[in-house]
């Protein structure tokens, strides 16, 4: 195989697999694309584990934009810091679990696991893929915990460490107790069908007398763990919908189960019969696949960060001319902190010196820097580009202007206005029509035969069971989930499906949702480009990472660049570079000393000059996702739409004219008034659906009916939200609403199936005629066919809408 | 046919083996992670090597 070899003209990296657009950096015959990405390799290559590229080619990431700042980790040498980190600790031993995003091929986990291969102080390491963690055991005498992230930093897997993780213990019990009562189930209910065998085909009185009992007895042993261990999250969640004089889906199941095992007692004791243990094993081990089925969890994404996510663990504090790393709890008003390149701003804070450049895309999406003078309050959650400035801290972290959102009421209720799901409706008529028709038969039979009166009681009761009723919800909506995630729209949980449903009012935020920073719109204005300024101009901005150079370069498109000389960038302003002995300039109009500076009420201008003279500039806009203004159109007849913007007005015709007409437009938003405009919503009776990207939009995602959060990277940065969508899908948002209705059709048809089940049941309960054979076959017959019914009908809606696709390819 | 007793003793002891082993990996974590433990099963098992200053280029794998 030779798959990794490059061979298109422009070489690719070997490390990363990028184009060398900034020139080659050869290294034992491979071509980098940086030196980051060779540093790699040559630690990889000396220590002898080069497999790491032969597993799948290319498998690293570019370290081009990776922070080299060494005392990065400096808070890593806190014992404070340290012990809330790691998971457990020996004499010896230490283990702590990172969270690495970038974990994402098999070369990965190999690496990751081959650790100890490079310091021998590393005992393990082991991946968990899904969840994109690794958990590294390590001798703590040997090496530090600040030597381990830095050894994994170098390798280009920097784990991912915030402020919410600290204090913060690995939980996955939960799902495991439902496993295991499902396995309890499972075993049980295995074992009474086999029990139960006999007396069904008329065994039992072959083999004698004494084996009947000795089954029955059996089964009653079998059925006491199902009954007190594996049923008993319904009897919680019954009992929790009683008390609050409610009746949701599990309250019927109780009653069932109740009927089941107290009748099946009385039979087997009593009256000498087989009993109904077998069924209610099977009721039980259906009802909690279901539950397994439905606990799909996208758990490497978090739904649920808050502004702690966001912020860095430690910042740098100066104190007597004397520089520390404290971590972030520490941090007083009045504190001077120094803020680097590429470092978070952890606090509201006054700039004292240096200069400011500051990237707000966390909080608004626009990813271009915002300069600040001297003296300018800067709001936490900004993130320096250019030279290390020194702020004085103005507020606690927790009390900024973004996190004082975090202090709204919206956030305190725990659980927002839930609607009531469907199936808990439903089962509120369900269970007082069972027992009046439960009721009813006994006093039919009261005066004819009392123990027709009673079994036809209970059995009403035990066939009326809802498990088919019960199971049509988890299984459509697991299985929505997974074809949801299939097409990169990952929700929190099934119950938003629901809620997706119903939705009738959608909210869009405008900068980094509806408007693609990737997608600008440029403007050239002065004197003709010739191709060889053109070509000048992309050595210039090849040279730089700034997002405003990446869309120059783009909008130049693929010509070969000059040769220059003495390029340099200057951090926040441009860039200059030396072409036969003329110097060029591009940047902002303090760079080219532009006298009246103009700025643009929109977007950002980029000047051009020639040995200090003005050739021309650039007007650069962030423009529309290019599937914008047609899914707009999509969603436009049934649904309402507004678009809130942190922007000025003066957008909106330009706008409205790519938009639909009736479209509620506001503009200079606040992440307040963003809140309230949902707010007002719904108390106008609409069920809202907010689509956002930026922190500045956490408070609107709280308060939506459900709130999604758009992202380029979704194990990146995104705030608390319902569901996280991939920013490539965002087109599909019309076909996501449609399919989690027809979702809900599907519950509604397999309630109805299961329905008809009911009825079968019923006539035959209320008959006295139910026997325990019958019970047997019709209820998995029932479960089974209502899952097949609802797996089916889900694929088929998601084929139709075009979110699964047959082939693969 | 008392045989049968016996037989029957014995599939209940087989039964509840299989779970106690069922909850023994359940505790070990087996079910925790359904994906990674797919991709390891299919890395080559590396002699340890004893010394790493040997200057080799890239292995070839082709």
């Known amino acids: 195989m030779s798959q990794s070899k490059p061979s298109t003209l422009l070489s690719k990296c070997y490390h990363c697999g990028e184009d060398c657009q900034e020139g080659v950096v050869a290294f034992d015959d491979k071509n980098f694309c940086c030196q980051g990405c060779r540093l790699v390799y040559e630690v990889l290559s000396q220590n002898d584990l080069c497999e790491y590229y032969a597993l799948e080619p290319t498998p690293g990431k570019t370290q081009k934009n990776q922070s080299r700042l060494k005392n990065r980790f400096d808070y890593l040498d806190d014992p404070e810091v340290v012990n809330q980190l790691i998971d457990f600790r020996n004499e010896q031993e230490s283990h702590i679990t990172f969270h690495i995003p970038l974990i994402h091929c098999a070369s990965c986990i190999w690496l990751l696991e081959n650790l100890f291969q490079i310091n021998s102080a590393i005992v393990s390491s082991r991946v968990d893929f899904l969840k994109k963690k690794v958990q590294v055991k390590f001798l703590h005498q040997k090496i530090s915990l600040k030597e381990v992230v830095t050894l994994l930093s170098t390798l280009g897997y920097e784990p991912r460490i915030h402020l919410s993780d600290l204090g913060q213990k690995p939980k996955n019990s939960v799902d495991r107790k439902t496993l295991t009562k499902l396995g309890v189930a499972g075993f049980a209910f295995g074992n009474m069908m086999l029990f139960s065998m006999p007396e069904y085909f008329s065994e039992a009185k072959l083999l004698g007398e004494g084996f009947k009992g000795l089954f029955d007895y059996l089964n009653v042993l079998l059925s006491l763990p199902v009954v007190f261990y594996a049923a008993s999250d319904y009897y919680i969640s019954a009992w929790n919908a009683v008390k609050q004089r409610k009746i949701n889906m599990d309250v019927p199941i109780v009653l069932g189960i109740f009927a089941f095992f107290l009748y099946s007692l009385w039979e087997i004791f009593l009256q000498g019969n087989a009993g109904y243990m077998d069924s209610l094993g099977g009721l039980i081990f259906f009802l909690l696949l279901g539950k397994v089925y439905q606990q799909k969890t996208f758990s490497s994404l978090e739904f649920d960060r808050d502004y702690k996510a966001y912020f860095p663990i430690a910042v740098t504090r100066q104190r007597q001319n004397r520089e520390e790393v404290i971590p972030l709890s520490k941090l007083e008003v009045g504190d001077v902190i120094l803020v680097r390149d590429e470092e978070l701003i952890p606090a509201d804070a006054l700039l004292l010196s240096g200069q400011a450049s500051i990237d707000y895309s966390f909080v608004t999406g626009e990813e271009i820097p915002v300069p600040k003078q001297k003296g300018e309050l800067i709001y936490a959650g900004g993130r320096q580009k250019g030279d290390a400035i020194l702020l004085t801290v103005q507020k606690s972290p927790s009390q900024s202007y973004l996190t004082d959102l975090w202090n709204n009421e919206t956030f305190e209720k725990p659980n927002k206005k839930l609607l009531e799901p469907l199936a808990n409706r439903i089962s509120g008529v369900f269970t007082w029509t069972v027992l009046t028709i439960a009721v009813l038969a006994f006093f039919y039979w009261f005066g004819k035969d009392l123990s027709i009166a009673v079994k036809a009681f209970t059995t009403v009761l035990i066939v009326a069971c809802p498990c088919a009723l019960s199971m049509s919800t988890p299984f459509t909506l697991g299985n929505t989930l997974r074809i949801f995630g299939k097409s990169k729209f990952y929700l929190k949980n099934a119950s938003v499906i629901e809620r997706l449903a119903l939705v009738d009012t959608v909210v869009f935020d405008k900068t980094g949702t509806l408007t693609d920073p990737a997608n600008a719109q440029i403007t050239y204005s002065g004197e003709p480009l010739s191709e060889e300024s053109k070509s000048i101009l992309k050595a210039l901005v090849e040279r730089s990472t700034h997002p405003l150079s990446n869309r120059i370069n783009h909008w130049l498109g693929s010509i070969s660049s000059a040769s220059l000389k003495n390029v340099r960038e200057i951090k926040g302003k441009g860039l200059i570079g030396e072409y036969q002995f003329q110097e060029f300039k591009l940047g902002s109009g303090e760079l080219v000393q532009m006298e009246n500076q103009d700025t643009p009420e929109v977007g950002n201008l980029v000047y051009f000059s020639v040995e200090g003279v003005l050739i021309g500039y650039f007007h650069i806009q962030s423009g529309l996702r290019s599937s914008a203004p047609e899914m707009v159109r999509d969603l436009s007849g049934n649904y309402g739409l507004h678009i809130l913007s942190g922007d000025h007005c003066h957008e909106q015709a330009s706008l409205k004219k790519r938009l639909e007409k009736d479209v509620n437009f506001n503009f200079n938003q606040s992440p307040k008034d963003k809140l309230d405009y949902v707010h007002q919503l719904n108390t106008e009776g609409k069920t809202t659906l907010m689509v956002g990207d930026g922190l500045n939009d956490a408070g609107a995602l709280q308060e939506s009916q459900v709130g999604i959060a758009v992202t380029d990277q979704v194990s990146h940065f995104s705030p608390a939200s319902d569901a996280i969508l991939d920013a490539s899908s965002f087109s599909r948002i019309p076909n996501f609403l449609s399919f989690a209705q027809s979702s809900r059709t599907i519950i509604k048809l397999s309630f109805g199936l299961s329905f008809l089940y009911n009825i079968v049941g019923l006539s035959l309960a209320v008959q006295g005629l139910l026997s325990p054979v019958l019970c047997a076959i019709l209820m998995p017959a029932s479960s089974i066919s209502v899952v097949l019914f609802t797996t089916l009908a889900t694929n088929l809606m998601g084929m139709k809408k075009g979110l699964i696709h047959l082939n693969k390819s | ?62």
């Open chain 2, 1 to 62: 046919m008392e045989v049968i007793f016996v037989l029957i003793g014995v599939s209940l002891i087989l039964a509840v083996t299989f779970l106690i082993l069922f909850f023994k990996a359940m505790k070990d974590g087996q079910f925790d992670d359904g994906y990674t433990p797919s991709v390891r099963i299919l890395f080559e098992n590396q002699p340890k090597k004893s010394i790493k200053s040997q200057p080799k280029k890239t292995k070839s794998y082709e």
